[in-house]
């Protein structure tokens, strides 16, 4: 007489992407469509009105908008040694094996909103010389395009800087530091890297494409 051995199945871990990030993608993936739409007044007005763009593109103040540009593109960087911490649950700065000190999230978050307030308010400051050289928004075509575009993208800047103070506020909040406040931080960085690829190319456009 035989008898069957009866096994049970292996457990199987099956991995699931994260539905805030899958989220958080989809929505970055309309927030593209709209630029896109900003893009083409540029173009457009450039086909149509090349006067106009040669004339108000010499009001710019080419290297102060590429210093800002550069502390945008440096806070970047910053976000993701951030994402890194968050990855490996250090919140904040620590003293590894050899003795030295290296930054959690919370040290590498502030500074990158250091620099995401330091754009914005060169933003601001460059609106108010642009004002003051006689081109406000109500000036013609060219001045509406431009304060609209690089405007809208300010307030995403400062929906970022938003973000990364209710990241900071949850990691203080919290006992520990759990995978939940790691995914949190890793989808405030997607939208960052956003935010900062749409003004590299805004850059472009608007100071160099004349």
């Excluded at 010499?58 to 102060?64: C, G, Q, R, S, T």
Aim: charged share 10%; net charge positive; with cysteine.
């Amino acid at each position: 007489m035989t008898t069957s051995a009866t096994y049970a199945p292996a457990a199987r871990t099956i991995k699931r992407p994260n539905p805030v990030a899958v989220g958080t993608i989809v929505w970055l993936g309309s927030e593209v469509m709209f630029f896109a739409g900003l893009f083409a007044i540029y173009f457009t007005l450039r086909s149509t009105s090349p006067e106009l763009w040669a004339s108000r593109t010499e009001h710019l103040n080419v290297p102060f908008a590429a210093i800002n540009t550069l502390v945008l593109v440096a806070s970047s960087f910053t976000c993701q040694m951030g994402v890194f911490a968050a990855e490996r649950m250090q919140p904040y700065t620590a003293v590894n094996d050899k003795g030295r000190k290296r930054w959690g999230m919370v040290p590498w978050f502030w500074l990158t909103f250091i620099m995401g307030a330091f754009f914005v308010s060169g933003q601001v400051w460059e609106y108010s010389q642009l004002v003051a050289e006689g081109m406000p928004i109500s000036a013609d075509s060219y001045a509406s395009a431009f304060y609209i575009t690089t405007g809208f993208h300010a307030l995403h800047v400062t929906g970022g800087l938003v973000a990364f103070l209710l990241t900071l506020g949850r990691a203080f909040a919290v006992k520990n530091f759990t995978h939940k406040e790691a995914t949190t931080a890793i989808v405030v960085s997607y939208y960052w890297h956003f935010v900062d690829v749409v003004w590299i190319v805004l850059f472009f456009v608007i100071y160099f494409l004349k």
